[in-house]
Nanobody, 115 residues
Framework: QVQLVESGGGLVQAGGSLRLSCAAS????????MGWYRQAPGEQRELVAD???????YYADSVKGRFTISRDNAKNTVYLQMNSLKPEDTAVYYC?????????WGQGTKVTVSS
């Protein structure tokens, strides 16, 4: 069974930074895309950023220039460096790891940005 362990969420002032981590463990064969989604209270879950096995990266327009996604394949880990945080970034952030034909979700880590 594959497990995703998320960390790095918390409370931060506007303009501050946080770094989220998500490590996959267990029966790891081959990981394709790794990414981060977020869901604010009462809103839809949205894709924030992801990175493919080949290194192609996508960012939502709302986070371009502020967030950086990266992955360490040797550690089966994906990171999200979040800088210049805004109150609008407040949400629960979910890690998503895609394997051939299926995917796993993390349980979420809360990010709260105060005004």
């Amino acid at each position: 069974q594959v497990q995703l362990v998320e960390s790095g969420g918390g409370l931060v002032q506007a303009g501050g930074s946080l770094r989220l981590s998500c490590a996959a463990s267990g029966r790891i064969f081959s990981i394709n895309t790794m990414g981060w989604y977020r869901q604010a209270p009462g809103e839809q879950r949205e894709l924030v950023a992801d990175v493919t096995r080949g290194g192609m990266i996508y960012y939502a327009d709302s986070v371009k220039g502020r967030f950086t996604i990266s992955r360490d394949n040797a550690k089966n880990t994906v990171y999200l460096q979040m800088n210049s945080l805004k109150p609008e970034d407040t949400a629960v952030y979910y890690c998503n790891v895609v394997f051939p034909g299926y995917n796993y979700w993390g349980q979420g880590t809360k990010v709260t940005v105060s005004s």
